[in-house]
């Protein structure tokens, strides 16, 4: 359970601290996940493939959502993981997928194999199976640029409220501020973020 992983509310600012104390340990005990982030790419789950496999192997689940201006010529494409399209487009056999699982939940080191050599594959394995959903937020003005992490045990949440993108850069070579809040401290302030990511999922913001 969440509540006892003895996480503290506090800010942190270098990352490996962070996925140390926080992040591994939440996606070793969550049942879902939800990300927000202004920009996003799947090699972030490179250094916490151990953990990421400990949550599928507990039949995880996980919702994405990635921030993209309505007009799309001011958007810097280079930061969109093209793997999430090509995942979505793909056609792949169910065999694929029996295959993949038997990978990543069996094999030592196989989530993170397949992340650096197959990475479109793996993605679509997780998209068909429903395991990953992954939604878009486009904004009529402006750039959605909250970032917003929930880790749920079905009982508690530790949520995240950070300047960090969920990208490799973000979650390993950048100093950002995260701040932590959890459902079973002293602070309330959890719920506004995670009624702002259920919002945005469900299309109910005003943009």
């Not at 591994?24 to 972030?44: D, H, I, Q, R, V």
């Not at 949550?55 to 959502?65: A, R």
Request: contains cysteine; proline residues 2%; hydrophobic residues 35%.
């Amino acid at each position: 359970m969440l509540k006892k992983l003895n996480i503290t509310e506090r800010p942190y600012f270098e990352p490996e601290h962070l996925i140390e104390e926080v992040i591994k340990p939440c996606f070793n005990t969550s049942k879902t996940t939800n990300l927000l982030s202004a920009y996003f790419n799947f090699e972030s789950f490179i250094e916490i493939s151990e953990s990421l496999s400990h949550f599928l192997n507990n039949d995880g689940k996980m919702k994405i959502i990635v921030s993209i201006p309505k007009h799309y010529e001011s958007f810097d494409y280079e930061n969109l993981d093209s793997a999430i399209i090509e995942a979505y487009s793909s056609r792949s056999p169910n065999k694929t997928y029996q295959d993949f699982k038997k990978t990543i939940l069996t094999k030592s080191g196989g989530l993170k194999d397949e992340l650096k050599m197959n990475k479109v594959a793996l993605i679509s394995y997780l998209v068909k199976t429903g395991i990953i959903k992954i939604k878009f937020s486009i904004r009529d003005e402006g750039f959605d640029h909250s970032k917003i992490y929930i880790f749920d045990d079905s009982e508690d949440k530790v949520v995240l409220s950070s300047a960090m993108n969920w990208t490799f850069n973000g979650l390993n070579e950048q100093s950002n501020q995260t701040t932590v809040h959890t459902s079973f401290g002293d602070s309330d302030i959890w719920k506004y973020s995670v009624n702002r990511f259920d919002n945005i999922w469900n299309n109910k913001v005003e943009k």
